[in-house]
């Protein structure tokens, strides 16, 4: 008896570690998925490429700024830098808040869609955070479907 109760604990061990991993994997997709949108020109259509580098995800509040004067070139490597943190990054399931942030002076301003390149009401993080919504929702709807054996 005491045997079949010590593999029970193990199991239901086992699986609860194995849901914290999944939930864990989800946040970083969905954090990544984020970070695409934003370096995306599509959705962050300003020329320079200083704001679509200066975005940070990040577990607390706070960002790095890119460097002003860099070529495209250059700020595309803040963006690699960011996604390569991203993968790398270890998620903690009880972190569940990521805050996504642009300490530019301008980067409010752009939000508020005072751009010729970024105008309207939903200029960047709404437009993001509407794409975002339904891929969100089908990540979560394939998580919960899963099956823990």
Known sequence: MANDFAQFKREVLRIEKEMIQD???LQQSIVLTAHNLLASPQYSPIDKGRYIASHQFETKRG???APDGLNRSQYDTYIAKEEKQIKQQRFN???AVYYIANNLAYAEALEGGRSKQAPGQNAIYG???LI???IIKKKME???KKVYK
Do not use: R, Y
């Open 63 to 65: 960002a790095e700024t």
């Open 142 to 144: 394939q998580f919960n």
């Open 93 to 95: 399931f009880a972190n």
């Open 127 to 129: 437009k993001v955070n």
């Open 132 to 134: 975002l919504q339904p």
């Open 23 to 25: 939930a864990e994997e």
